[in-house]
């Protein structure tokens, strides 16, 4: 769904091949027999952009926790069963290592039953971890931060660790694209850039809105529209605002911005943060996203602004040399340490 958890896949792949490991991609939703992938897929970009509180319905009754008998994925992930044990047989795997959610479902559906003979290990990238990342069937699970680490032991009873988040290597502190962004950033008019984020998909809450509000209190919005390229159009034909398409340097535009204005604490989160950016968390998208926002702020690694006035009161203390030094400092304790190759060469031996 989307393109983090595509990108978290290749960064781990890249690290296993530099430590002299081989890595295949498997898409999940591929494994579903009768396109039922691409529908699945379909639909959750359809109410994601169309119809939000659908998709916040589905999260409460799928995803959250709660007392008494709770629908899953099971019968769906049951249908990829068989392709998975094939392919794994196919490469002769060493272990899985699933980077979604219902591929940790189906995996550790299989180690429990005895249907996968490989250790599985997932690596979660939610900062909120609902439920479906989590089954007692497999064996190991990685973490952002040792504390969701912790809270994932307590409630497994399963080994957790905390890997950091699986970013490459150009995501850090003074890119070399951050000069070419800041001399394409600067606006006559001396307006500071802000760059919002609404994913590969382009999808977020009133971001024409968002867009007015920062040109109005006097920045430049510089909004990624992934490869939506109808918003944007739209958002190009609104004065002071700079809509642009999907972007190669991303550390070199982060770089360059007072903060990142963030919908969905994932990945473009994380790679801010590591860029030395700082993020607020603003009108997330349902779900995982509202949550994952919230959270992120709780553990101090950003900021999250309710309204209209607490955005700008957050971007006015950045813009002025607010609490980006301590906010880093805790990036860089609770983030930035771990390792992942490490645990998975010892998870197969």
């Given at each position: 769904?989307?393109?983090?958890?595509?990108?978290?896949?290749?960064?781990?792949?890249?690290?296993?091949?530099?430590?002299?490991?081989?890595?295949?991609?498997?898409?999940?939703?591929?494994?579903?027999?009768?396109?039922?992938?691409a529908?699945?897929?379909?639909?959750?970009h359809?109410?994601?952009?169309?119809?939000?509180?659908?998709?916040?319905?589905?999260?409460?009754?799928?995803?959250?926790g709660?007392?008494?008998?709770q629908?899953?994925?099971?019968?769906?992930?049951?249908?990829?069963?068989?392709?998975?044990r094939q392919q794994?047989?196919?490469?002769?795997?060493?272990?899985?290592?699933?980077?979604?959610?219902?591929?940790?479902?189906?995996?550790?559906?299989?180690r429990a039953?005895?249907?996968?003979?490989v250790?599985?290990?997932?690596?979660?990238?939610?900062?909120?971890?609902h439920?479906?990342?989590?089954?007692?069937?497999?064996d190991l699970n990685l973490?952002?931060?040792?504390?969701?680490?912790?809270?994932?032991?307590?409630?497994?009873?399963?080994?957790?660790?905390?890997?950091?988040?699986?970013?490459?290597?150009?995501?850090?502190?003074?890119?070399?694209?951050?000069?070419?962004?800041?001399?394409?950033?600067t606006?006559?008019d001396?307006?500071r850039p802000?760059?919002?984020?609404a994913?590969?998909?382009?999808?977020?809450?009133r971001?024409?809105?968002?867009?007015r509000?920062?040109?109005g209190?006097?920045?430049?919005?510089?909004?990624?529209?992934?490869?939506?390229?109808?918003?944007?159009?739209?958002?190009?034909?609104?004065?002071?605002?700079?809509?642009?398409?999907?972007?190669?340097?991303m550390?070199?535009?982060?770089?360059?911005?007072?903060?990142l204005?963030?919908?969905?604490a994932?990945?473009?989160?994380?790679?801010?943060?590591?860029?030395?950016?700082?993020?607020?968390?603003?009108?997330?998208?349902?779900?995982?996203?509202?949550?994952?926002?919230?959270?992120?702020a709780?553990?101090?690694?950003?900021?999250?602004?309710?309204?209209?006035?607490?955005?700008v009161?957050?971007?006015?203390?950045l813009?002025?040399?607010g609490?980006?030094?301590?906010?880093?400092a805790?990036?860089?304790r609770?983030?930035?340490?771990?390792?992942?190759?490490?645990?998975?060469?010892?998870?197969?031996?």
């Amino acid at each position: 769904m989307g393109s983090g958890h595509d990108a978290v896949a290749t960064e781990l792949a890249r690290r296993l091949g530099v430590a002299g490991h081989e890595a295949v991609h498997t898409d999940v939703l591929e494994l579903l027999p009768a396109r039922i992938g691409a529908g699945l897929r379909g639909f959750y970009h359809a109410t994601i952009r169309h119809a939000p509180l659908l998709y916040a319905g589905i999260y409460a009754a799928f995803f959250r926790g709660g007392a008494g008998p709770q629908p899953g994925s099971a019968p769906l992930v049951a249908l990829a069963e068989d392709r998975l044990r094939q392919q794994v047989a196919d490469s002769h795997a060493d272990a899985v290592v699933p980077v979604f959610h219902l591929a940790a479902q189906l995996t550790g559906r299989m180690r429990a039953r005895g249907r996968l003979t490989v250790p599985s290990a997932v690596v979660i990238t939610d900062f909120a971890v609902h439920r479906q990342w989590l089954h007692r069937g497999n064996d190991l699970n990685l973490c952002l931060t040792a504390q969701i680490a912790r809270n994932v032991r307590h409630r497994l009873g399963r080994p957790a660790l905390a890997c950091g988040p699986l970013l490459p290597d150009r995501f850090r502190p003074q890119p070399p694209g951050e000069a070419y962004w800041r001399q394409r950033l600067t606006a006559d008019d001396g307006r500071r850039p802000v760059l919002m984020s609404a994913g590969a998909w382009g999808v977020g809450s009133r971001l024409d809105a968002t867009a007015r509000l920062l040109v109005g209190a006097g920045y430049l919005p510089v909004v990624l529209c992934g490869r939506n390229e109808r918003m944007r159009r739209l958002l190009s034909k609104m004065p002071g605002t700079l809509a642009m398409g999907w972007v190669d340097d991303m550390p070199g535009l982060m770089a360059a911005c007072v903060a990142l204005v963030d919908n969905a604490a994932g990945q473009t989160a994380l790679e801010a943060l590591a860029v030395g950016v700082p993020v607020v968390g603003y009108r997330p998208i349902p779900g995982h996203g509202a949550e994952g926002a919230r959270r992120m702020a709780a553990l101090g690694l950003t900021e999250y602004a309710a309204d209209s006035w607490r955005l700008v009161q957050c971007l006015d203390d950045l813009a002025s040399g607010g609490p980006v030094p301590g906010r880093r400092a805790v990036a860089d304790r609770c983030l930035f340490q771990g390792d992942a190759v490490g645990p998975l060469e010892r998870l197969c031996t």
